[in-house]
């Protein structure tokens, strides 16, 4: 009996041994498969980079990892990297930027005549650039690229689509493809709605728009951001001709137009257009119909271009957007 007791006892000890190694397996395996996935989660988040994309001059820049420390050469692109959530990121603007309050903060590197020490002493990982500014800036862009910063030379968009392109080309450089997608289907939206609202009128609007009221005059004509506002509000353009021309205001009394829409940053500039000789007969001043606004909302590619629309669709068709 306790031969056979013994004999038990030494059985439930070599089990409890056996128990006891094989709870230590798991553990082990519980180490390894958390470095694993460690290392997989790590492998996720840089999944994306190195990127290799097309950039606004058609030349191929490789981001290697995903951007930290950005350097914004132009308020269109601060915009766009701040509407994609990326403002803590950005660590240098041009003395141009206003906007969002935020860039007030930030080390500035100059304006069209940026300041290539300054910008190389921010130590970004990207710097982007603007096609607008190439024949003035490529020699610099060089000198960073030759330093080692990777530099986006970002599309100069003059339609919707091409800021949509230019929205998605930044989105994807920093890793922020989704935010850009969402942007731009809400901007897409909201044109929707305005062109909805808009659908119904019979009796087009014409409006001159005036860019620069003083002391020449230069006007929005064809194919510009202008005259595709224009457009998506259901108004006409009252110019003619084609891009930014400089017209004498014989020509523009002869447009006479229904509406004038200045974004001079002249002091008391609707009063002076309104004041100008010969003008009491034009349709615009007659009617009291001349309106200021805001040329960072029509002339910057970048989503608060939308903003843009909604004011002279305000200006245009009061009756209708009244309570926008």
């Excluded at 607008?132 to 490529?138: H, N, Q, R, V, W």
């Excluded at 709605?193 to 009796?203: G, P």
């Excluded at 309104?274 to 960072?296: C, H, L, M, P, Y």
Aim: charged residues 30%; aromatic residues 6%; hydrophobic residues 40%.
């Amino acid at each position: 009996m306790k031969k056979l007791i013994s004999l038990l006892f030494l059985m439930f000890f070599a089990i409890g041994i056996i128990a006891g190694c094989g709870s230590e397996e798991p553990d082990n395996a519980n180490t390894d498969n958390n470095a694993e996935d460690t290392e997989q989660v790590e492998q996720t988040e840089d999944a994306s980079f190195p990127v290799t994309i097309t950039d606004g001059t058609d030349q191929e820049v490789t981001i290697e990892k995903e951007p930290e420390r950005i350097v914004s050469l132009i308020p269109s692109n601060t915009e766009i990297a701040f509407a994609l959530g990326l403002g803590d990121k950005v660590v240098g603007v041009s003395d141009n930027d206003n906007y969002p309050n935020e860039v007030a903060d930030i080390e500035k590197i100059g304006g069209m005549e940026f300041n290539i020490e300054k910008i190389i002493s921010l130590e970004p990982d990207l710097v982007l650039a603007h096609a607008s500014s190439m024949g003035s800036a490529e020699e610099g862009l060089q000198q960073l690229r030759d330093s080692g910063i990777p530099v986006l030379v970002v599309n100069d968009a003059t339609n919707f689509d091409q800021v949509y392109d230019s929205i998605q080309m930044i989105g994807k450089v920093t890793n922020t493809q989704e935010e850009a997608e969402t942007i731009i289907t809400d901007m897409k939206n909201e044109i929707d709605d305005i062109q909805e609202k808009v659908k119904e009128v019979t009796e087009k609007k014409s409006v001159i728009f005036e860019i620069q009221s003083a002391p020449e005059i230069y006007v929005a004509g064809k194919n510009t951001f202008m005259d595709e506002l224009l457009f998506i509000v259901n108004a006409e353009n009252a110019v003619e001709e084609e891009g930014w021309p400089q017209l004498d205001e014989e020509a523009l009394i002869s447009y006479n137009p229904d509406i004038i829409i200045t974004t001079d940053y002249t002091e008391n500039i609707v009063e002076q257009i309104k004041e100008r000789n010969g003008w009491e007969e034009v349709t615009a001043v007659k009617e009291d119909q001349v309106f200021d606004i805001d040329s960072d909302l029509v002339s910057r590619p970048g989503p608060r271009l939308v903003e843009g629309a909604k004011e002279i669709a305000k200006a245009v068709y009061p009756e209708i957007f009244s309570e926008e």
